[in-house]
């Protein structure tokens, strides 16, 4: 077996290629589009670039076939530290079911990470935004969603196997939406009823002629809610617009909602179709037929599960009951709408204690969990697991 340093357009094409041989034949399996693959390693099209570095390899056995894959990342925004420095990144894996290969993969990324300075390695992990390409499936083995990681069960063991430690689990939640037998739990309406007679708050749908305006309102919660929690940082006016700019063409309006105070937004509760329930027609493909292939089935109502993206309050009135009050609104028009079936919440680290309590409150049930694991490269020090946040 020979490791492939990955250099010119064909070996990135083997790369995409090595992920769907290690999943032939499964049906759960969701080829991913290749412009997204692609992007994450395209200087200018990933923002990343600017505050760190990226390497791809490929594994060859002796007949010439490629049986793996890895990339590997340094960050310096990265906000997992380890005690003693900095901590890399691996990502994108794929391996067939054999610890030496496996291991090949994991040590050929540790010596790069090593020679940058890292002290660990996190994987898998993406080299980019969390909202995409981070963790590996341990549990849940069922159709992913749009971005979601999806491998083999062996994998698991081979992460073990070298030396892994589980840094964090990632834990989905899922609940049924359609018909009257699947209602929210009583404290929702309860809470509903305390607002709703009340004209000061107000829970309105994100509509696409005003995407703008929203987006600033959107804005305003997120830097209140989240930016500067966990090491987040604050999000700029322009940059939320250009966010709901490219959410546009799959933004359903009956999906995503805020809430205003007096008119001044103090909560948001933001889901898109699942894509991935149409994606899986184009074998990794989006060129312009299946682009209007894509409106077409999007029109028709092929995507009958939404998935939740961010949610959040204001800390002045968390814990008041109004995201239950927003809830609601939304249940109305969903209902009445009649297009989904199902709602999954994409994961919630089981660090964040308050997250996992907002979904349970929900009535959802976890439906996949999936690992971030982290090795450390001096094995000797003790292991510590990402700590709790309040």
């Known amino acids: ?37 692609n992007e994450v390693f395209d200087r200018e099209k990933n923002k990343s670039f600017r505050f760190g570095e990226c390497r791809r390899w490929l594994l060859q056995d ?31 894996f794929d391996c067939i079911n054999q610890q030496e290969a496996a291991n090949l993969l994991f040590d050929t990324a ?31 083995f069922q159709p992913p969603p749009y971005g979601m990681n999806y491998n083999p ?15 964090y689990y990632q834990i989905c939640w899922r609940m049924d939406v359609a018909g009257d037998a699947n209602q929210l739990q009583p404290k929702f309406y309860e809470a509903h009823r305390k607002f709703a007679g009340n004209p000061s708050f107000e829970a309105r749908m994100v509509r696409n002629k005003d995407l703008d305006k929203y ?51 103090v909560a948001m509760w933001i889901n898109i179709p699942d894509l991935n329930q149409i994606f899986r027609y184009f074998k990794g493909r989006f060129g312009w037929m299946e682009k209007l292939r894509f409106l077409w089935l999007l029109r028709r109502g092929v995507c009958n599960r939404f998935i939740g993206i961010i949610y959040g309050i204001v800390p002045e009135f968390q814990g008041t009951g109004i995201d239950y009050f927003m809830i609601v609104e939304a249940e109305k028009v969903i209902k009445k709408r009649g297009i989904y079936k199902e709602l ?12 996992l309590n907002i979904s349970r409150n929900l009535g959802a049930t976890e439906s996949r969990r999936l690992a971030t694991w982290r090795y450390q ?14």
């Open 344 to 355: 999954e919440l994409m994961w919630q680290g089981d660090f964040n204690k308050k997250m």
């Open 215 to 265: 987006a600033i309102d959107f804005c305003t919660v997120y830097n209140k809610a989240w930016a500067k929690h966990e090491g987040n940082k604050e999000m700029s006016g322009q940059q939320a617009i250009k966010l709901f700019r490219s959410m546009k063409p799959v933004l359903d309006e009956s999906l995503a909602w805020i809430t205003y105070h007096n008119n001044e937004p």
């Open 62 to 92: 002796n007949s010439g076939r490629f049986i793996g894959r890895i990339a590997a990342f340094t960050h310096k925004k990265y906000r997992s530290k380890g005690d003693e420095g900095p901590v890399g990144g691996i990502g994108f």
């Open 377 to 390: 490269f001096d094995q000797s020090k003790p292991f510590k697991r990402h700590p709790f946040i309040d």
């Open 1 to 37: 077996m020979q490791v492939i340093p990955v250099a010119n357009e064909q070996d990135a094409r083997h790369f995409l290629r090595v992920q769907v041989e290690m999943n032939q034949g499964n049906p759960d399996f969701i080829r991913p589009l290749e412009k997204d693959i």
């Open 110 to 140: 540790r010596n790069w990470l090593a020679e940058k300075g890292m002290v660990a390695m996190d994987g898998p992990i993406n080299f980019g935004e969390r909202d995409k390409w981070w963790g590996l499936l341990v549990e849940g």
């Open 153 to 167: 069960p062996y994998y698991k063991e081979l992460f073990r196997n070298y030396g892994f430690d589980v840094f």
